[in-house]
């Protein structure tokens, strides 16, 4: 069974703070995914990630994928409210038309 | 910007009954998936879905589910006999493809009560 572990599983920091957010497993991955997701709303993608070292930018988010495409993390410079939610990793192997969702972890921003 | 919809927003129904939940995918998408969230817990992948045969199937997607493309725009997922633990938000998600770097793209759930 291919499982996601986010850490840590709650978050909460004042505003203009950095953060890191991790997310591991033992299983590789093809690509990874992190989504964002307000409460009562469906997740909506942030990144993707397919190449094993791959660091994307977006804005203040930093994404990365681990070198041996097991575990990503991500990083949110100087964090706003707006930044409060739920963050999933999501990865898919190959061969498998599924995506496998972390456990996610939940930020507040605090102003 | 194109979106997937889902319909209703939230349905309520007694414990042994049918549902239906409804999905629009993105209209050039061919991949399609169901979701379930249990309120605070992870996002579960159910089934998905691709030339109008189920592609990939969960534990939990038993016999008691099932999917449909009834015509070339809605995606369905019944549950044929509801019990009080498929109470969940049930998410729907296509994509144009199944190759790494195809965007998934999520509608806005459906909230199952199941009393």
């Known amino acids: 069974t291919q499982l996601l572990e986010q850490s840590p599983q709650f978050l909460s920091i004042q505003e203009g703070e950095n953060l890191t957010v991790y997310c591991n497993s033992s299983?590789?991955?093809?690509?990874l995914q992190w989504y964002r997701q307000e409460p009562g709303e469906g997740p909506v993608l942030l990144v993707t990630?397919?190449?094993?070292?791959e660091v994307k930018k977006l804005k203040r988010l930093t994404f990365q994928f681990g070198d041996a495409r097991k575990d990503s993390s991500l990083h949110i410079t100087a964090a706003q409210t707006g930044d409060t939610g739920l963050y999933l990793c999501?990865?898919?192997?190959?061969?498998?038309?599924?995506?496998?969702f972390g456990t996610g972890t939940r930020l507040k921003v605090l102003a | 910007e194109p979106e997937v919809t889902q319909t209703p927003s939230h349905q309520v129904t007694q414990m042994g009954q049918e549902v239906i939940l409804r999905c629009v995918p993105i209209?050039?998408?061919?991949?399609f998936y169901w979701y379930r969230q249990i309120l605070g817990q992870k996002v579960e992948f159910l089934v998905s879905?691709?030339?109008?045969?189920?592609?990939?199937k969960s534990e939990i997607f038993d016999d008691q589910f099932s999917v449909e493309r009834p015509d070339g725009s809605n995606f369905t997922l019944k549950i044929r006999s509801t019990k009080l633990e498929d109470s969940a938000m049930y998410f729907c998600?296509?994509?144009?493809?199944?190759?790494?770097?195809?965007?998934?793209?999520f509608g806005p759930g459906t909230r199952l009560t199941v009393l």
């Open positions: 999501a990865g898919a192997t190959s061969g498998t038309y599924k995506y496998i």
């Open positions: 998600a296509s994509r144009t493809g199944a190759g790494v770097g195809n965007e998934q793209f």
């Open positions: 879905f691709y030339n109008n045969e189920i592609s990939e």
């Open positions: 990630v397919v190449t094993g070292g």
């Open positions: 299983s590789v991955f093809s690509s």
């Open positions: 209209s050039n998408h061919l991949y």
